[in-house]
């Protein structure tokens, strides 16, 4: 008998355990163990499981030391080859009720399409931007919006493979550190203006800053400009075979100029460092945003 009571304390401290276990650190869909604290500036984004109204308590404390910052979402959504009437669906749902719900204090700025990416995950067809004026309202008005789940499912039920879905802050030192690439469009451009986008995870930061030191007076003559660099706070969805993303660019670039940068020695010689300061899984590539854009530092 005595052997039994032990086993069975021995069984209750595993399961007890277990439970603790799941109940402070998550699982992802993906199956993954998160850790729901947000990191200071500069340190590694984390998961949190899911950004919907199920549990949109637990995401806005991950994101309470963001101390009234504004905060932007990202998601990349691949709805395959062939057009789906969930795309415009789900874009009408942000730009007409959540948009609605934040009381001026939620708008819609990016929204564009995939023309070029130089990775295989992830996919996507359309990208979009919401920008929150802070954490509560973010809470308030995208997940504790009552039939959010509803709205998720319909539209995840129409993707093809799990979206990237990310949590981000503007990085503020480009004005000071890369004057001249803050100064590019903002409003409608010309058709030969496109987006280009980098999902960039590092490996060395100090050889990706030189990268910027060495190319910045190079894009700024060329017509490549910063619409926004956001520093992702934290992750809510993505393909488990892709990382934890560091930073969103999002980029103008005038296509003759861009083929006249990309040819020249300085160039050249700058990508290196620029290879070396992120790992192989960062994601580059052209969006077609219609000629619409919105520069985040003007």
Known sequence: KRKCGICMIFLFLITFGIMITFLVVGITTDGEIVIPTLPPDGGPTVRVVGCSNSNSQRVANVLDNLEGQKIYVL???????????QQDRYLNFLEDTIVARGNGDVRLVYNFEEESWNVDVPRFTQGIVMEYANTSVYKSAYLDYPNLQDELDNRNNALSGTPVNLIATLNTEVKEKYPKLVSGPN?????????LLHLLKYRDEEKLDRFDEDTEELKANNGIFVQAWLDVRATCTKPSSVPDYDQIRLETVNLSGFANVVNTELWMDASISRQEGIVDASGSGFADANGNFENLYE
Do not use: A, I, R
């Open 187 to 195: 409003g409608n451009v010309s058709s030969d203006t496109k987006f």
């Open 75 to 85: 998601e990349l959504l691949n709805y395959g080859s062939e057009s789906s009437p």
